[in-house]
């Protein structure tokens, strides 16, 4: 079975500093992995994805993830985060495919002025 | 259409009841997920529909929830006999399915409130 797992529930970090929103993942084979931002009173949005080539992956927003096969993470960062950053990221991934994606428990970020 | 569309964006209803929720996906995809986020809480997978597949229902909760999906397209998900902890949102999602790390897009979500 495949697990994705955010182990932080909430991340402060002060505006302007860098951003690191933690993800670890067990998916067998070569895994496919995204994050998704919630912004209060709002619905989903793709931020960025890993599937194959550069483990560095850029995405929106300046966010950018590294894929880390050793350690099964895929990280979220930013070098300067903004108080418009502030919202709910969700960390997910699956084997490709037709297989569902599995979403983690998802983390809040508050970046304070 | 351009995005998913779900309805009602919004929903009250008494303990007891059944409702319904729709999810009009993006045309062409044939993946489709229902989820249901509880208040600052993750997401809780419901149920998965591919193509022409039997969908996966094994998020679905009790035998109270249901969804069809018909014609490939426009899904429902139902609720019977609803109870104060099916309070939360439904969100539904979309994606071509079946391409490697193809994304969803998810629609804005139904509120359900059972008072």
């Known amino acids: 079975a495949q697990s994705v797992a955010q182990p932080e529930d909430q991340v402060n970090v002060a505006e302007g500093n860098p951003l690191t929103v933690k993800c670890t993942y067990s998916?067998?084979?070569?895994?496919?992995l995204f994050w998704y931002v919630q912004y209060p009173n709002r619905g989903l949005q793709f931020l960025l994805k890993y599937i194959t080539g550069d483990n560095l992956v850029k995405g929106s927003y300046g966010f950018e993830a590294e894929f880390n096969k050793s350690q099964t993470s895929f990280h979220l960062k930013k070098p300067s985060a903004l108080v418009s950053d502030s919202a709910l990221y969700f960390c997910a991934g699956n084997s490709g495919g037709y297989q569902k994606v599995t979403f983690g428990t998802g983390t809040k970020l508050q970046v304070i002025p | 259409g351009a995005g998913v569309s779900q309805s009602p964006s919004n929903k009250v209803t008494e303990k007891g009841k059944d409702v319904e929720l729709r999810c009009d996906p993006i045309s062409g995809h044939t993946a489709l997920y229902w989820y249901r986020q509880s208040l600052g809480q993750g997401l809780e997978f419901l149920i998965y529909f591919q193509g022409n597949s039997a969908p996966d229902k094994s998020g679905l909760p009790s035998d109270r929830f249901s969804a069809e999906r018909t014609g490939g397209s426009v899904s429902t998900l139902t609720i019977q006999r609803t109870q104060q902890e099916d309070s939360a949102v439904y969100l539904c999602?979309?994606?071509?399915?079946?391409?490697?790390?193809?994304?969803?897009?998810f629609g804005s979500g139904t509120r359900l409130t059972v008072v």
């Open positions: 999602a979309s994606s071509l399915g079946g391409e490697p790390g193809r994304g969803y897009t």
């Open positions: 998916v067998s084979g070569n895994p496919y």
